[in-house]
């Protein structure tokens, strides 16, 4: 798939869920990271990108609107996950999503969180970048940023952007 943000990646994941039956998922960080190692990617990872969800800091900054959306979600549905919103956190899987012209200035689209939305704390995204054992974590402050793995493998949280993407942008999915 050419330029699949991960919003793509999800809205093409619910219908095809929707048409076939088939429980299908994005590739979440943790399968990406099993997927790599196991050299399982259809796609070459050094020549493509693919977004695996976002990032939500404590802190106010970049999409403000979808940040306080997302923090409250998570503080009202989400606490049997245990995800304190005080510390950084990704959102990954699958969400719903809604057009709705309050989100206009980060792309239109309202994300709905959901049972099949896999939400949990990352602490090391609040310290700053990082090697991580052979790959490198480059982060940033602030709001909700998309978590992309880039060429090479590195992985990055400082795309503001959320519905952007380039033409080696790749979607991968997995059969639960």
């Known amino acids: 798939m050419i330029g699949c943000t991960y919003d793509a990646k999800v809205a093409l994941a619910n219908a095809y869920r929707e048409i076939t039956n088939e429980d299908i998922m994005p590739l979440i960080p943790r399968e990406s990271k099993i997927a790599l190692a196991n050299k399982n990617l259809i796609a070459d990872p050094y020549r493509t990108y693919e977004d695996l969800g ?80 052979t790959r490198t974590l480059y982060t940033a402050q602030g709001g909700v940023r998309r978590l992309c793995r880039l060429r090479g493998l590195r992985l990055h949280t400082w795309e503001v952007d959320l519905t952007n993407s380039g033409d080696v942008g790749r979607m991968h999915v997995v059969k639960k």
Do not use: C, M
């Open 54 to 133: 976002f990032v939500v800091s404590p802190e106010k900054g970049a999409n403000l609107i979808s940040w306080k959306y997302l923090i409250d979600q998570v503080k009202s549905e989400y606490n049997h996950f245990n995800v304190n919103p005080d510390s950084p956190f990704i959102v990954t899987g699958l969400y719903d999503l809604e057009k709705d012209d309050i989100f206009k200035d980060e792309g239109g689209l309202k994300r709905i969180l959901n049972g099949l939305t896999r939400v949990y704390n990352f602490p090391i995204l609040r310290k700053g970048d990082r090697n991580l054992y």
